[in-house]
């Protein structure tokens, strides 16, 4: 019988768990910070099917480059939980923005890298970007450029692998002695350029739209992940039109996203 997907106390007791802190509800998960035999981990209860495709992406990763799976078994994940004192957002406001990237990077990179094993399935990007299209269609302008870019790059992609989706300062954490692991994965599968957009938009908009910093950064991402440069900037505006065709649908503001977009179809122009 599967427990209720709210019901805690189960996975507490079927991996004897010690709560070690609030409950954290999103909409597509419940989180809830625990010891396992007297370390610290993460219970994590899946809500919906891009929770479960991520949390069974995680546990292949095996603890490559991800937060250590501890248990599996849906919709419950229970992870290792990164303590250490470090934060890639801290970093970039210390003035260290290239390190950041470049950690990023290298983290994305063992993630991609060849497993023994075949993958879960994932979804293809070709899917998770079915929104851009009818958005462009309303909207126009540079959604409909990002939509152009996102049907040639579709229709000819490279270095296919696992792709966690969601690379950024937030997502991947300090580990300790582990180094540095990504958490949240979309559980996605694509060209592993796409994995490197995210890290343009963020930490945080002021950082995004500081003056020539994105320009520096695409420079420092490609370079630190070996990528073709304007593949990159494609990549970012495909996916900033589909962000912001996401957040147009939910009523909510588009516009570091639609920035970001702009920044990205003046550099292919330059």
Do not use: Y
Request: with cysteine.
């Amino acid at each position: 019988m599967t427990p209720e997907i709210d019901d805690k106390g189960t996975w507490l007791a079927r991996w004897d768990l010690v709560p070690d802190g609030a409950a954290i509800a999103t909409p597509s998960s419940l989180l809830l910070p625990v010891r396992h035999r007297g370390q610290p981990a993460m219970l994590k209860i899946a809500r919906e099917e891009e929770e479960r495709r991520g949390g069974r992406l995680m546990a292949w990763w095996d603890g490559d480059g991800a937060a250590r799976v501890l248990a599996h078994d849906e919709p419950a994940l229970l992870l290792e939980r990164a303590t250490g004192p470090r934060s890639l957002a801290a970093m970039v406001a210390a003035g260290a923005d290239d390190e950041a990237s470049r950690i990023l990077c290298a983290t994305a990179a063992r993630l991609h890298a060849p497993r023994r094993g075949p993958p879960p399935e994932l979804m293809p990007l070709s899917r998770w970007f079915e929104a851009l299209s009818p958005a462009a269609g309303i909207h126009g302008g540079l959604l409909a450029q990002a939509d152009a870019a996102a049907r040639d790059l579709l229709a000819a992609p490279r270095e296919v692998v696992p792709l966690h989706g969601d690379i950024h300062h937030g997502n991947v954490l300090d580990a300790g002695a582990g180094g540095w692991v990504a958490i949240d994965p979309k559980g996605l599968l694509g060209e592993r350029t796409f994995d490197f957009v995210n890290i343009l938009r963020n930490p945080d908009a002021a950082t995004t739209l500081a003056a020539g910093r994105f320009g520096r950064q695409v420079d420092a991402v490609a370079r630190a992940a070996t990528l073709e440069r304007r593949r990159l900037l494609l990549w970012t505006l495909a996916f900033t039109g589909l962000s912001a065709s996401w957040r147009l649908a939910d009523g909510e503001p588009a516009g570091l996203d639609l920035a970001v977009a702009g920044l990205a179809a003046a550099a292919l122009r330059s």
